[in-house]
C-alpha cells in the first residue's frame, strides 16, 4: 500500500473524523462514481491503516480496504468514472 498523504491537521487531535468522512464517502461513491471522491477514500483508508491510536483490527481492516480501493481506482476507466 502506498504512503498515506498527510492527513488534515484536525485529524491529529480527532482521529475519528477520518471514519467519520470515510463513512459519509462511502455511502456517497455509489451515487457519483466520482474518482476524485475515491482517491479520497482510498486515502482515508491509507489514514487509518498507518495511525497507531486505532486498534489493530481496524488498522489491519482500513489496510485490506486501502488496497481494494486503489485496485478499484487502477483500474477506473480513464474517463475518470469509478465503479
Do not use: K
Not at 502506498?2 to 471514519?19: F, G, K, N, V, W
Not at 470515510?22 to 482517491?39: P, Y
Amino acid at each position: 500500500m502506498s504512503q498515506p498523504p498527510t492527513p488534515p491537521p484536525e485529524y491529529d487531535r480527532h482521529p475519528e473524523l477520518a471514519i467519520v468522512s470515510l463513512l459519509f464517502m462511502l455511502s456517497r461513491q455509489h451515487a457519483t462514481g466520482c474518482r476524485a471522491m475515491a482517491e479520497s477514500i482510498a486515502a482515508h483508508f491509507r489514514f487509518v491503516a498507518n495511525d497507531p491510536r486505532y486498534a489493530d483490527i481496524l488498522r489491519n481492516a482500513a489496510q485490506r480496504l486501502g488496497m481494494e480501493w486503489q485496485g478499484l481506482l487502477d483500474a477506473a476507466d480513464h474517463d475518470g468514472n469509478v465503479h
